[in-house]
């Protein structure tokens, strides 16, 4: 199940097919993803949103081959550029980190070495994949790319401590594309920063797909409306399944799933809409991953379940053109 | 730690749940019962010469003897419940010393903090070993509660640092915040908010204490500084080293109080792991 | 016109750190002034930095002003004992689960406030009153109350604090982000009660919150801070539809938003 077929061929960077990923405790396994499937295309910025617990964050590390105990890659399969990811070893993964796929984890600003310069720190990394290559020349590369997203190359030769939160994102960002990979993951990009700096960093993100540094992105994050301005398609995640595939226009002016529509209605922006807005709430919390219910996952707190919910679990259908759920409210089409 | 359930059912639980503390703690009331039964029971005396010298075990001393033919088990058995009992008391005094400083320079924070704590890093500079000796040495005869009293004065201070650094968070947690806001007083959340989130702690160092001051007794002892004219597993050691064991091949005289050491400090070293496997879970939320 | 409930005028807070020498000064709040009525939700928007949790502190008492007063009913608060100013002034904080004592289980925290605040309530009228206040959160007391804090998740331990907020019955309520650490999808509820407490109790709900859209949503008065000054107030459409000071703008226009999207060159 849950096999999408329909988006196939034209210029797919990324495809993953029936991805399941458990996490092992003392307790069990927690089935943190369990079946999930997308296809990123060239030039796409795709939106993987989700509350605390989806497993949006498993997924983005699933997704680049990062299944590092206690996470374990249970089965399924991902290709990037026509590579089959989890057949290569651990070693062989970390040669294509970087240059085929990479991943910008959440608050990835604060591991920068404080006492490091971030010319050092640049050199280092690179210096992991491209062995041949010279100090010179890789400096040369990264002055070039900050030129070529219109930043400031001064901070090469600054220690991170001197630099504010944002900038440090900023120099993560731009270290991760030197190698041009094919797809960039990131993690939650903009969380714990003030407003004006998360937007400079979504016009960042923007850019870099935009102007071809990087082929495909992306971007996980629990906040929709910051999704929106810079996705051009959406995967929504609730209990470690996707529930909901769409381009961003539809979603947010058509959202399907229920859970979907609870999430889209309660987001308060400062728009005029938000001041009449009756914002519906929703009992109860997400199912514990290590039990997870059988029949549809959001069945406890959906206010259209019927029995057939709580029985089978809905498969991921296209519903439209490019448009998926996974709802028996739409088994018969929209 | 839950309020509710009695305490040896929350023992018991504890005991479940964390492989380490279940075998820390079996084998250190294994070491308990063996000197209390000892004493009780196996009635010789580890100090009078009546047996045949240098004898491996058998029947009749059943971990040999040693060079002036006194039965090896008897002053094992002393020997153990002496370091034991140093042990706890000077991890006793440490912890208490370590608590006050800490509690009270990490509760009133300012100038009283600030002069506790350069009392707290100054003395932690000096390696303890090197004020042990120093310190022993100045006394020709050495007590046990000499020697009890000096291990305890030299090993507070890193318990005072965690205990201080404990209370400095806890203080401004938003629980305690609460707390005032709901009209609770100052001995009551000190008592009832912050000790009981301490205890974990106390109790983990204070296991922690007790391995330590125990090898620093061995360590005293075995060059000649531990307590005089007594019995215990450092000075032991010391005979043992200082009578040419090795070289005679005389394997159970040295082995013995050297394994007891060791396997005592293992065993609090691992019920002190296991609280922390128990107190510091990985995977929360 | 009339007298204010609760109001501040010029109030400041600088801290002062570093060591023995104590050299450094913080000014968190810097001359700040405002005046709050019953049945009021006043937001207090602000970044990191701005002084707004200082200022959530100041009004709770847990810190003391360097200059200024904080005037609750025509009096000086610090005039005011504690056990009387808390009776009607109380507070919520951002993360649930470090507002609760992890030790014990959540009925402690109800029964710290029958030790201290309520001391004075009949035992025989507590368990009833502890009930009552759960199901005005919509929680079921026999699932709650004999949990440990971790059993739950953190729109149900806000709920839980708020409920414990109503068994003491204040007349206001400082909220300090009270849903930033809470999935979207429970947050509704959070906020539907606290405008509920507002209408029709009539309490004054100071709501504290970097996201400005929420404050939009709930709030009939906003007051924007930045670096310890206020540099804005007014009613929220105003503030909001038609910011004046160039930080507000700037703030507005930088959050994203659903119906138009940022216009970014590249």
């Known amino acids: 199940m849950n096999i999408k077929n329909s988006i196939e061929g034209n210029n797919a960077i990324l495809k993953a097919i029936d991805v399941r990923g458990y996490y092992k405790t003392i307790r069990g396994y927690v089935k943190a993803v369990d079946g999930c499937s997308l296809t990123v295309h060239e030039g796409a910025i795709i939106g993987l949103a989700g509350e605390s617990g989806s497993g949006k964050s498993t997924l983005g590390k699933l997704i680049i081959g990062y299944s590092k105990p206690p996470l374990r890659f249970i089965s399924g399969r991902v290709e990037v550029d026509g590579i089959s990811i989890y057949n290569l070893s651990w070693s062989e993964r970390r040669k294509v980190w970087g240059s085929l796929a990479t991943m910008i984890p959440q608050y990835s600003m604060n591991s920068l070495n404080p006492v490091i310069k971030i010319s050092d720190f640049i050199v280092d990394t690179l210096k992991q994949h491209l062995k041949d290559i010279s100090r010179k020349d890789i400096l040369e590369k990264a002055i070039q790319r900050f030129n070529e997203l219109q930043l400031s190359p001064s901070v090469l030769n600054m220690y991170p401590f001197e630099l504010s939160g944002g900038m440090k994102q900023r120099v993560v960002i731009v270290a991760s594309t030197l190698l041009n990979p094919s797809v960039i993951v990131a993690d939650e990009p903009t969380s714990a920063l003030d407003v004006s700096t998360q937007r400079a960093l979504l016009e960042l993100l923007y850019k870099i797909v935009k102007q071809r540094i990087v082929k495909s992105m992306i971007i996980i994050s629990h906040d929709i409306a910051t999704l929106y301005q810079i996705s051009n398609y959406f995967h929504i995640m609730y209990a470690g399944k996707i529930v909901e595939s769409s381009s961003t226009e539809e979603l947010i002016n058509e959202p399907l799933h229920p859970y979907t529509k609870i999430l889209i209605g309660a987001i308060t922006t400062p728009e005029p809409i938000t001041r009449k807005k009756k914002l519906v709430s929703v009992a109860g919390a997400p199912p514990n991953l290590l039990n997870p219910p059988t029949g549809c996952r959001f069945y406890h707190r959906c206010p259209y379940a019927t029995e057939k919910c709580k029985r089978d679990e809905p498969p991921l259908l296209e519903v439209k053109p490019g448009r998926f759920v996974a709802c028996w409210l739409y088994k018969n089409g929209v | 730690m839950a309020s509710g359930q009695s305490f040896l059912n929350t023992i018991k639980n504890m005991l479940k749940t964390s492989i380490k503390l279940f075998l820390g703690v079996s084998i250190l009331s294994i070491f308990i019962f063996f000197t209390i039964f000892g004493l009780l029971f196996y009635k010789v005396d580890p100090k009078e010469p009546k047996f045949a010298s240098l004898h491996p075990p058998s029947l009749e001393n059943p971990l040999g003897t040693d060079i002036l033919g006194r039965d090896i088990l008897a002053q094992l058995i002393y020997g153990t419940a002496y370091s034991l009992k140093i042990g706890v008391l000077a991890a006793l005094i440490a912890s208490a010393i370590g608590i006050i400083v800490g509690g009270v320079g990490g509760y009133l924070g300012g100038i009283v903090d600030d002069i506790l704590t350069l009392i707290t890093n100054t003395l932690l500079t000096i390696p303890s070993i090197a004020l042990l000796v120093v310190i022993a040495a100045y006394f020709r005869v050495r007590s046990e509660w000499i020697i009890i009293l000096i291990i305890g004065i030299t090993s507070w201070p890193s318990m005072a640092r965690s205990i201080r650094s404990q209370v400095l968070s806890l203080k401004s947690r938003d629980f305690i915040e609460l707390a005032k806001l709901l009209g609770l007083s100052k001995s009551r959340i000190l008592f009832v908010e912050v000790l009981p989130n301490m205890l974990s702690y106390i109790v983990m160092y204070f296991f922690l204490n007790i391995a330590g001051a125990i090898v620093s007794e061995a360590a005293l002892s075995v060059i000649g500084l531990g307590p005089t004219a007594t019995i215990s597993l450092g000075i032991l050691l010391r005979w043992a080293i200082a009578w040419d064991s090795i070289r005679c091949g005389a394997w159970w005289w040295f082995l013995f109080p050297g394994l007891a050491i060791t396997i005592i400090s293992v065993s609090l070293f691992l019920i002190n792991d296991g609280l922390d496997q128990l107190y510091n879970p990985r995977a929360r939320g | ?266």
């Open chain 3, 1 to 266: 016109m009339a007298e204010y409930l609760l109001s501040v005028e010029h109030l400041s807070k600088i801290f002062i750190t570093g060591g023995i020498r104590r050299y450094e000064k913080i000014v968190a709040v810097d001359d700040i002034s405002f005046g709050c009525n019953r049945g009021e939700i006043v937001g207090l928007i602000g970044e990191s930095g701005s002084g707004k949790t200082t200022t959530a502190r100041l009004l709770l008492k847990l810190l003391k002003p360097t200059s200024g007063k904080i005037v609750y009913g025509g009096k000086d608060v610090w005039t005011i004992p504690d056990i009387e100013y808390h009776r009607y002034v109380q507070g919520i904080f951002q993360d649930p689960y470090a507002s609760l004592n992890p030790v014990y289980k959540i009925s402690h925290l109800f029964n710290n406030t029958f030790v201290g605040l309520l001391k004075t309530t009949p035992k025989s009228e507590r368990e009833e009153m502890i009930k009552n206040s759960l199901k005005l959160v919509h929680l079921n007391p026999e699932e709650v109350l004999q949990k440990h804090i971790y059993e739950l998740s953190g729109g149900e331990l806000q709920r839980v604090l708020l409920a414990n907020s109503l068994l003491v019955n204040p007349e206001v309520i400082v909220a300090d982000e009270p849903t930033s650490m809470i999935d979207a999808s429970m947050r509704v509820e959070i906020l539907n009660i606290f405008k509920d407490l507002s209408r029709k109790d009539r309490k004054l709900i100071i709501f504290i919150t970097h996201d400005i859209g929420q404050a939009f949503y709930m709030c009939d008065r906003i007051i924007v801070m930045y670096k310890g000054k206020i540099v804005e107030q007014g009613p929220a459409e105003q503030i909001v539809l038609d910011p004046q000071h160039s930080y507000t703008k700037r703030l507005i226009s930088d959050v994203p938003k659903l119906h138009e999207k940022f216009v970014i060159k590249v």
